[in-house]
């Protein structure tokens, strides 16, 4: 089988591994022309997870034409805010019923829309398309670290194929038809990461992470409810099982930038750091906008988008969320209660 991996960060190198060591032929598409030739020739990534062996299947090319020419399926891992542009520069490479299974994360500002709806808009097909989405740092997939996932598809024989695809002895793959609550779980739960990454900068401890955590996964679920989402979806891999990996790894960006911020720095100081795209600063704003759209609140996200874009402070944002008024715990969470209760 023939696969275009379009994005070649961290996630892009540790699925193009996964692929290649089943002997699926990649094509790698890096924006960088250096980058992709130093991959063809070390068979390494020479900026993100440098010390992955690439098998010789994975072929890399600066050339979107090239990546997609012949692809069967096409596995996009881009930052959430340039998947708009990307699928525009695929659009006239691509044929109209190649399935394309998308590992981006947010919500798009100004449309509300989520990866996949935003590929519908540009490529059209909404059958052919699917998220992929759950407790995944590259750095463990990459290296084989028994891992799980959960696949979102419209059409459920599209599911079966990238579960099929993506499936090996370390990298298992569940599916699951909630399209809008695994891609919702996937944008929220940065969010709450690096508000657990700022409560560790502050030094709090545990129970403050856990309470922040638990919160979030609140939001998240009431949120999903609102848009349409399947609450269980929210205990789920895509759900609990990424937030838990995202607001405690070492390996986390989100959490890193929240530690990195409560200690003084900014997102562009972050970023200039590691290299890397944190896609909760961008969440924040777009999940905290659709929230304020459905007329919810969402204060854990509100206050990581005052502490990112209004100057306001995390010692001060933390004593805002601990002084709100008393609430219900289950409030607004849209759970079902079966009839034996």
Same mark, same amino acid.
């Given at each position: 089988?023939?696969?275009? $991996?379009?994005?070649a960060?961290?996630?892009g190198?540790?699925v193009?591994?996964?692929?290649? &060591?089943?002997?699926?032929?990649?094509?790698?598409?890096?924006?960088?022309?250096?980058?992709?030739? &130093?991959i063809?020739?070390?068979?390494h990534?020479?900026?993100?997870?440098?010390?992955?062996?690439?098998?010789?299947?994975?072929?890399a090319?600066?050339?979107?034409?090239?990546?997609?020419?012949?692809?069967?399926a096409v596995?996009?891992?881009?930052?959430?805010? /340039?998947?708009?542009?990307?699928?525009?520069?695929?659009?006239?490479y691509?044929?109209?019923?190649?399935?394309?299974?998308?590992l981006?994360?947010?919500?798009?500002? /100004?449309t509300?829309? &989520?990866m996949?709806?935003?590929?519908?808009?540009?490529?059209?097909?909404r059958s052919?398309?699917?998220?992929?989405?759950?407790p995944?740092?590259?750095?463990?997939?990459?290296?084989q670290?028994?891992s799980?996932?959960?696949?979102?598809?419209?059409?459920?024989?599209?599911?079966?194929?990238?579960?099929?695809?993506?499936?090996?002895?370390?990298?298992r793959v569940?599916?699951?038809?909630?399209?809008?609550?695994?891609?919702?779980?996937?944008a929220c739960?940065?969010?709450?990461?690096?508000a657990?990454?700022m409560?560790?900068?502050?030094?709090?401890g545990?129970?403050?992470?856990?309470?922040l955590?638990?919160r979030?996964?609140?939001?998240?679920?009431?949120?999903?409810t609102?848009?349409?989402?399947n609450?269980?979806t929210?205990m789920?891999?895509?759900? $609990?099982?990424?937030?838990i990996a995202?607001?405690t790894?070492?390996?986390?960006r989100? &959490?890193?930038?929240g530690?990195?911020?409560a200690? /003084?720095?900014?997102?562009e100081?972050?970023?200039?750091?590691?290299?890397?795209?944190?896609?909760?600063?961008?969440?924040c704003?777009s999940?905290?906008?659709?929230?304020h759209?459905?007329?919810?609140?969402l204060?854990?996200?509100h206050?990581?988008?005052?502490?990112?874009?209004?100057?306001?402070?995390?010692m001060?944002?933390?004593?805002?969320?601990?002084?709100?008024?008393?609430k219900?715990?289950?409030?607004?969470?849209?759970?079902?209660?079966?009839?034996?209760?």
């Amino acid at each position: 089988m023939r696969v275009a $991996v379009i994005g070649a960060g961290s996630w892009g190198t540790a699925v193009s591994a996964l692929l290649g &060591r089943k002997g699926v032929e990649v094509k790698l598409w890096a924006r960088d022309p250096v980058m992709a030739q &130093r991959i063809n020739e070390a068979h390494h990534n020479p900026r993100y997870l440098s010390d992955v062996l690439l098998p010789q299947s994975v072929v890399a090319t600066a050339d979107i034409e090239a990546a997609l020419g012949g692809a069967e399926a096409v596995v996009l891992v881009t930052p959430s805010h /340039g998947v708009r542009a990307t699928a525009e520069s695929m659009g006239p490479y691509l044929s109209a019923v190649t399935p394309i299974v998308s590992l981006s994360k947010g919500v798009e500002r /100004g449309t509300d829309m &989520r990866m996949t709806e935003v590929l519908e808009d540009v490529l059209g097909g909404r059958s052919r398309l699917a998220a992929l989405s759950g407790p995944n740092h590259a750095e463990e997939v990459s290296k084989q670290v028994p891992s799980a996932t959960v696949i979102a598809a419209y059409d459920e024989g599209i599911g079966r194929m990238f579960q099929d695809l993506f499936m090996t002895p370390t990298f298992r793959v569940y599916t699951n038809p909630d399209v809008i609550g695994v891609e919702l779980c996937a944008a929220c739960k940065n969010v709450i990461a690096v508000a657990a990454g700022m409560a560790d900068g502050l030094g709090y401890g545990d129970n403050t992470k856990a309470t922040l955590m638990t919160r979030g996964l609140a939001e998240m679920a009431r949120l999903g409810t609102r848009r349409g989402a399947n609450p269980l979806t929210f205990m789920g891999l895509a759900g $609990v099982g990424d937030l838990i990996a995202t607001c405690t790894s070492r390996h986390s960006r989100n &959490r890193g930038l929240g530690e990195h911020l409560a200690r /003084g720095g900014t997102v562009e100081s972050y970023a200039a750091e590691t290299h890397m795209v944190a896609e909760g600063a961008t969440s924040c704003v777009s999940v905290d906008e659709l929230a304020h759209r459905e007329n919810m609140e969402l204060p854990i996200t509100h206050q990581v988008r005052a502490i990112l874009y209004e100057g306001a402070s995390p010692m001060t944002a933390g004593e805002l969320l601990m002084g709100r008024s008393a609430k219900d715990e289950l409030h607004g969470m849209g759970l079902i209660v079966d009839e034996e209760g």
